[in-house]
């Protein structure tokens, strides 16, 4: 079965870079077919579509592109999200998932909340 875990600080502060890794379990992270995404819910809205990674490649939300980074360890078989720049209204629960074509965003992690704040 394949599990998702999401890891990094709880709390950062303003300005400073949001830094999470993904956890990879029961499936390879190289793997072709696997689209590792990262997607994030802030308080009372929501779900946001960050980014992706697959095959080495790296598709950003226009609006967050110039403060996101996708990246991969393939020897851990996990990967990873920067934020940089991070302001309150990055503020959200964050969630690691596994998209595939044949069946979508088919498993996540159990997020996990980055809370902006000084």
């Known amino acids: 079965e394949v599990q998702l875990r999401e890891s990094g600080p709880g709390l950062v502060k303003p300005s400073q870079t949001v830094s999470l890794t993904c956890t990879v379990s029961g499936t390879s992270i190289t793997n072709s077919r696997n689209f590792w995404t990262w997607i994030r819910q802030p308080p009372g809205k929501g779900l946001e579509w960050m980014g992706t990674?697959?095959?080495?490649?790296?598709y950003s939300a226009p609006h967050l592109e110039s403060r996101t980074s996708i990246s991969s360890d393939t020897t851990k078989n996990q990967f990873t999200l920067q934020l940089t720049s991070a302001t309150p209204e990055d503020t959200a629960v964050y969630y690691c998932?596994?998209?595939?074509?044949?069946?979508?965003?088919?498993?996540w992690g159990e997020g996990t909340l980055v809370t902006i704040s000084s």
């Open positions: 998932v596994r998209d595939t074509q044949e069946d979508g965003m088919d498993y």
């Open positions: 990674l697959n095959s080495g490649n790296t």
